[in-house]
């Protein structure tokens, strides 16, 4: 496939130098469906990106569209702030039922506001509300958002610069696998801890995420996860699980965390937690942190009730059973079969991959190359992101929906873009 | 008309007490058109809240909503991060042709995140970024959002204490009217600025309601707004209008400061820029200070497709005329009318109106007045908000698009919810 | 008298540009006795700086300089932190008889350290430990130290800017006079404290001088002090008096405040408190404020033994009548009227002049003039510093225990001064 | 020896609650010489605390005193700012020729305010100002002081809480020994640093205490050193030594960081620089660094000229030749072999020691035994300090002008304090 570059004009003259993705991916895309985009100059691409992780379901799933429209015919409520709506009532009440009480977590849920950065903030909030101190302790690579309060714990030092002011309150740890394997878990953070002399301001918490995906798809163990969380616990901090990306599915099970077996303090929902890649997101926290006075933290878009309809459907259609998660740890290995392949077919590349359920990294020793492989991947028809601090990580994220054969397709295409880099 | 509360248990069990509007009016709402909303038990609303001003074009536009339903049904992209998309140059397109070029206005579009306050917290960032500088004045009684760096240029303690940290870099300035009329305007802001010894930090910019909206309905003078601009000008700091909820023709010109014919540096826009009351904010700011990195401010929902299509579709059948604005006036003028008799009718509780275009405040001398009277109006079916610093002020915020039949309506039931709460 | 430079080799080498006073006096100083400064060229200087008020009782006062060579060659304690010694003893009671029962002043006494801004950091930990909070309210053209606790209050934007750091915690309001007279009192800072909406912290505490020396001979009225007192006791904010360079007598009475009535619920005094020039200070507050831990605040000099006892002598010497206060108000109606003379001598030059017991300055239209009429001060034998945020304001600062005679003569070089840059 | 606890009226009633030496040693002292202290009942006390290390040279050192008074005597300038005088140039003079060109350092000297914090305090915003950098990393269980800028690089959580607003810019990092010592020195610092994505704000300069005195006598080995100069070297950090405590000779050699052969691109001296306890203090930096502006940081105490005299006096009578290093060591070797002694006497004390020169550590497994053990000894007439995050080491700091004899005598007393108290 050629791909003629399209003519950009108004978002190149009016559009600010900030956009990024339409310059990786010069196309105009019109139509979407399932695992596939289409260009306006009848191109197709298979999709390894997924909205970053916003499309798990993939693009207008057509069991969530019926949903969608249907309530969008009959004029139900679009705007409904922090009303009661019989729409947000059906949302809470599926994941109440399909969500937290199969798993016998305890959490109130919050609806603040419809991105991942407010969830990230309002969780930020309550735990520095409930526990008295503004401290909080991120990890090395964490992404937790962009507005200032997230900002301050996201490890990227070019994100970070675009603050404008200096980012305080926030201290990085070590995350799992950073350091040289041989310093025990949290030998650095618990001397911090328990020293009344270590000049580290006590936490009020801890923000995590299981994977990290912007970081550089740097996989934690269970077992350091539970160490986290036992650490929390000694030391009366609070646990935050940002599950924005790793959420809904992304890692097998509905929570990344489920399998490590810990309960956080706080969770952050979003991106896919709409269903069709529309705005919503949720904090969810235990129910004996819930101070919030009413309307402490609000937003106009907290209430965008046609994602509580196609959120809904999400639940009903995929998570009443364990089918979702078998299948995508089956597509999670078929992924990590032809990553294996890759690395063998090049012994002097030097790559690397890791992963969980349907979330991979492959990275190589030049750190240049991972961006070549995504530019030459588009030519081939393929959507496939990098990560990592200086993007030096291919990041496989495709739906979840995916098809054995699509999934395939798309690896394919990428061990060729790996080759005709190489 | 009698209410019953609805069994509002999932709600109260299972959502966090910040929820705040279902408190006010315990109904649960189910279909919506126009400037009606109708709960699941039958009972019908008139809408004097608009979704805080997001919905200026009514529930449900139908014009929009054909829009929307095609682009669903036809699977054109939903989610698209900063991708270009057809949908999206329409957008562009519409927004050039229809807003930037008939009022000659040079800026460029950023789409930082849904939110508004994503886009003030962009528009923040940005400004520091330009300048160099960390200090931003804002105004007493502003409300900018509810992320940290909107947080810090926000007046209402309630809101800042939620914070859980130190709110810093932001010094407030008197708005228009905050002091008694004999001071002149900008006197202590000048002397501020031209004292090398008066210990304010340089600002970067000055952020700036025309109207202040959650802060009580304080509208700016024009000459004010004029002062502000050369001030500004004078002393090397970027205006940034945040005309979140006052753009969008709430005033009756598309932006509010067209009227005082300034032509600010930064512009952020949100509410109901999207038409149909899903998330979407804009960022604009005049081409030099188009400084940003390709990916330095970014966020998973900055794409969200079908608000582009409704959010074109309300500029071609709003905005291409004169229409909108005059139909707006128009009906502030009846509000204004109705306000006023309203005054006159109770010299005895010291009420004041004050309002512009269809952006209304009544207050009492008595601050609790105005909650009661709000409850009242929603046992008489109308959704009447409050603002300002302690709730004191009833806010009137109709759709754009009400008629003015309903309008007297809501305005007839208002004064017989004061009437029955004096 | 003729002027040669001396030879400032090792300074020029070896002293950091940060030195400043070298500059403006380019002389090598060697000894010195009362209002007289000898140069090792044999030039004589009378002295209207007093050490930036460190020297009210001139230098080397012979009265203080027995005691304190007594105790040196006796052998007492030099270095002491806050060991209790004989000579420490000596002080508190000479400082409970003298200065705190006449005055039924009910102080707690500190020794933070032996600098002024060091008695201003713990004043202001103290207020913000007590309270609770962290926003300390200062005043247009402050001046309370270079540290950095200090340096957030501290107006200059030149010496603020060395701080490497965004200042935060710290909000200017105008001092007395500050605004065209016409604006009453406080409008604006109870404005923002009654308003729950205005944006401002609530302040621990506010830190005022009562003549802003550094900051130009900047003079509140006692009424102006009073509503001061009153505003920070209607809103539970602690007030600061930084009497470091005001207090010890240097406008009349032993405290600045005396004047005015009020009782500060914090006090810091430093600069001349010691008597003799060396170093000394003291954080004096009401006794429901002594919240410290032991060893809370501390600092290796906090001791300095020489510095109590010629503190000890000076409050012997001059507190135990009232003559002191009535010679300062004498010399400085002698003061007042020679600036009268100066001023009116010279009607176009917009000559302005303020003060207050034996503190003065002299402002011209022209903001050069102060400084070439130090310099001119200088050749004719006249120490005499500038001060204000741009060095527009001659400040005269003699010892308090200068003669008349003494004075009528700088006072006629200063005539000359002027005269001859005109 | 009994001690009486003798009437402390005074201090109780007016003295702050901050006091606290005189807790630890109720006695009035009166009179000082050499390493003895004397109280007004007659007592004497062998020291073995010097000021906290300012007084190096003992108490009340006859050389220094003798041109003390005469500097007195004969009204030599006493209160001087930043002006010329002659004492000052002597000082100067000396610094460079004893101390600056025989160790080929090329340092400006800065004269800071008189006292440690100030001098660091000098050097953050120096560091800072030099690299348009906010933060600075210091070290687990730093000591630099207790104004603000000092205070967010030190360690210690107690003293940190006493500022009252949260402490930033600062971030710690683990001192020599602080991990079990199986970690590669500096791993996690590098990888920081290295990383685009650690969320590390890259750092002004490094703070560091070559021994942490106050933070229990944690010794870095000199290849720890030079492993840091190295890593501030490659990734454009100053480094910064905080020799107020291990200066002036305390570890043997004049500067403390000679023996690893390193030079700091700045350096505090405070504490013994004077000579004879009375404040001064000193910031030194590459001539290279100097950008200061003149009076960008000032103080009223900066030119206290009676320390220059005593400092001069001492830099003559010590240091000329290498008599004095030579004597501290020997000393050294002396109170290490009596720690070793006290150690192996108790073998189930779990006692450790550590030092060099003349600072040592005495730690028990039992972390309440030092101060019963400092208690006990001052029953028994030796001073002697406690110091640590818990207040769990033992700190023998004699003068260094202590006699062998002298020495041993406290090293009996101690021995027999932890004797008596196991």
Redesign the interface.
Known sequence: MTITP?A?S??EA??????????S?????????GSR?YD?DGHTYLDFFA?????NYG??NPVL?RA??DY???????????????A??AF??A??DVVLRPRDLPY???????????AV??A??????VKGR??IV?????FH??????L?????????????????????M?FDH???D???DF??FE??LA????????P?AVIVETVQGE??INVARPEWLRGLAALCERHDMLLIVDD?QMGCGRTGSFFSFEEAGITPDIVTL??SIGG????MSL?L?RPEL????????????RG?N?SFVTAAAALDAYWTDGQMEKQTLARGEQAEEALRAICAEHPGLGARYRGRGLVWGLEFADKARASAISRRAFELGLLVETS???GEVVKLLPALTISPEELDEGLRILARAVRETA
């Open positions: 399209p950009l108004v978002f009016l559009e600010s130098e900030v956009r990024s993705y339409c310059r991916w010069p196309a105009v895309f019109d139509r979407a469906q985009m306006e909205g970053a992780g916003a499309l693009h207008n569209k969608l429209l969008i015919e009959r004029d139900g409520v679009t705007h409904g702030l922090d009303m009661g709506t019989t947000k009532r809470l009440e994941f109440q109130k849920v919050m609806f603040p506001g419809p991105t991942g950065t407010n903030e309002a930020l909030k309550l735990a520095r509300k503004e401290a991120s990890f090395t690579n964490a958002g962009m507005s200032l309060g997230s301050a714990v996201t490890g990227n030092a070019f994100k970070r610069a675009g603050a404008g002011i200096p980012l305080v309150h926030g201290t990085p070590p950073y350091l040289d041989t310093v025990p030998l650095w001397r911090l020293d009344q002399g270590s000049g580290l301001n006590t009020a970081g550089g924005i979003s991106k069709y890649g529309m705005p904090t926290f819930d101070v919030w006075e009413p309307g402490e933290h609000n937003g106009t878009f965008n046609p990592g601090p200086e």
